[in-house]
């Protein structure tokens, strides 16, 4: 890390303040907690005056800023932590995913190649390399390096597709051979040599990855390396393959921070849409869904609801992919809400709605704020059949339009099990059956929490599933977050979804949070209150039966009136 003042640029020493604007410039413009903070700077032990200290770290820290013409306000004090204030003028991270970004929306595949080489060009070496914090270095380094990756990766395809195979090869020796479990630099490498004449090298290559994943991980390489073998075994000309468009590996890349507001790019055509990885459960609920939308007599409205982190955008999509064929105009998404969970408006999302097109059309409207948000749009798409997600249950969408809704509730027992076998290996999983029922447990079987956990899992292969269960369940709100993406965050998603409410309609399902631990989750609440919370997603059932809060919830409110009052009698200075 360095501070760039004119034509001198100053590195950094490792130090706590270092590490302190390392853990805030990784989540520009966003509240950073101070608990996360306290974590990055001092690791797992922070000390008892960790607090006094933090507020002598940012003092220095914009003691540093001033002489270097940098103000003091760049770094803000907010109830519960700091927010560090940055543009594409003044983070290199903020100019990346801008660029990979604004690459997604590219007039061709020139301009996006062009952009996103601009956007590799600003790493420089390792990230974080002069950062002494060991959670910074475990967590946000490897993040941060794949986000590089993907974006290499498609530029990479770029190449390949216009036929720049010898001018790839530089960048696909090294990074297959940094990064040899990842099979698509193994696959574009082999592609490549084969392209300009060298089989016998192309198949050296493959044998040696080959090789490798036996050895190593037991697996045998992917299908596309399998099938790219079999095409160089039978002598098969391999023609430049067409870019396709940029939607998914630039979003992968840039993450959803760094996406601009409502962006939406019109899917390939069909069979472009992609699987959710390790996707598992809700039969019933896509056979459901694909019957509606796909019926012959007209376009059909399927409404998908939930609590946050309950999966309905990963449904979704996942029932996007299964019934893609049945729409030869395209399948398109729109996202209607930002990054910081504030709603897209109304007059933005109307300009991004796809055109006409040949051939019928699915449209998905992801992420709705409510039935305002959503019916303006609907006359756009009135050819098109329209999958909608919403935490509300957008009651007046389906009563002036007719369709179904789908509440998601969390998943079953064997579903949790089949969404961690998926994601971290079946054998791994297998291995402590009763261990997974537990962190299954501890997520309240949420698809969000049991990704989060399933992520802590992959990028620490010696941890039993039964330690990570018992780390988990210690502070489950405040551990299951991937620090790198504020989309897999409990804190972040919940911690959205609540603030969004009205003060009132928050107090009182911090209030529910108590009482729903006493086994009576709507006393001394009115009615009509519930029924708005139950609407927001966050309180389920209701009349004529009682209402239920989901146990992860639950957790999240005590934990959320527990740090918040924690914050208050310690707030920054």
Not at 98 to 110: F, V
Not at 388 to 400: C, G, M, P
Request: glycine share 8%.
């Amino acid at each position: 890390m360095s501070i760039a003042h004119g034509p001198e640029t100053v590195v950094l020493k490792p130090s706590k303040p270092t590490s302190l604007l390392a853990a805030l410039l990784l989540h520009p413009n966003t509240v950073v907690s101070t608990a996360y903070l306290l974590r990055a700077v001092w690791d797992e032990e922070p000390p008892a005056t960790a607090r006094a200290a933090l507020q002598t770290c940012v003092l220095r820290l914009r003691r540093l800023f001033a002489k270097y013409g940098i103000s003091a306000t760049t770094i803000e004090a907010v109830p519960g932590g700091y927010r560090m204030h940055c543009d594409t003028e003044t983070l290199d991270l903020v100019q990346f995913r801008a660029l990979a970004a604004r690459a997604g929306s590219a007039g061709g595949p020139g301009e996006e190649l062009y952009r996103l080489r601009e956007a590799l060009t600003l790493w420089q070496g390792q990230p974080l390399a002069n950062v002494a914090s060991r959670m910074l270095q475990e967590d946000a380094v490897p993040a941060l390096e794949q986000e590089r990756l993907r974006v290499l990766e498609r530029v990479c395809d770029l190449e390949l597709a216009a036929g720049n195979c010898h001018q790839v090869l530089v960048d696909l020796y090294e990074s297959a051979r940094r990064h040899p479990v990842r099979e698509r630099f193994t696959e574009q490498l082999v592609e490549a040599l084969y392209r300009t004449g060298r089989q016998a090298e192309a198949l050296a290559e493959y044998r040696t990855v080959r090789d490798r994943l036996r050895d190593e991980l037991g697996i045998d390489p992917g299908p596309g390396l399998r099938r790219l073998e079999l095409a160089i075994l039978r002598a098969e000309e391999l023609a430049p393959a067409p870019p396709e468009p940029a939607r998914a590996a630039v979003a992968a890349a840039a993450g959803p921070a760094a996406l601009p507001a409502g962006a939406s790019v019109p899917s390939r055509p069909p069979r472009a849409v992609p699987p959710v990885p390790a996707f598992a459960g809700r039969d019933a609920d896509r056979r459901a869904m694909a019957a509606r939308l796909t019926a012959a007599d007209g376009p059909r409205l399927v409404v998908v609801s939930g609590a946050p982190g309950i999966g309905k955008s990963a449904l979704a999509r996942q029932t996007a992919h299964e019934v893609q064929e049945s729409f030869p105009g395209g399948v398109f998404t729109l996202q209607l809400a930002r990054p910081d969970g504030t709603p897209v408006p109304v007059e933005e999302a109307a300009r991004l709605m796809p055109g006409p097109a040949p051939g019928r059309r699915l449209v998905v409207l992801d992420g709705a704020a409510g039935a305002w948000q959503v019916l303006p749009l609907l006359s756009a798409a009135e050819d098109a059949a329209v999958l909608v997600t919403s935490r509300r249950q957008l009651a007046a969408v389906v009563a002036t339009h007719g369709g179904a809704v789908h509440r998601l509730d969390v998943l079953r027992s064997a579903e949790a099990h089949a969404l961690l076998a998926g994601l971290v290996g079946a054998e791994r999983i297998a291995a402590e059956p009763a261990a997974t029922r537990e962190l299954a447990s501890v997520c309240g079987h949420f698809p969000l929490a049991l990704r989060i956990a399933a992520g802590r899992l992959l990028t620490r292969p010696g941890l039993s599933v039964a330690d990570c269960a018992a780390w988990l369940a210690e502070d489950p709100p405040a551990r299951l977050a991937l620090a790198e993406d504020a989309g897999l965050s409990v804190p972040e998603v919940l911690g959205q979804a609540l603030d969004a409410l009205a003060p009132a309609l928050r107090e009182a399902f911090l209030r529910l949070g108590e009482s729903a631990e006493a086994g009576d989750p709507g006393a001394g609440e009115s009615e009509s209150v519930l029924e708005q919370l139950v609407e927001a997603g966050l309180l389920e059932d209701g009349p004529p039966g009682p209402y239920r809060l989901h146990a992860l919830l639950r957790i999240y409110a005590r934990w959320r009136v527990r740090t918040h009052e924690t914050a208050a009698t310690a707030a920054p200075r």
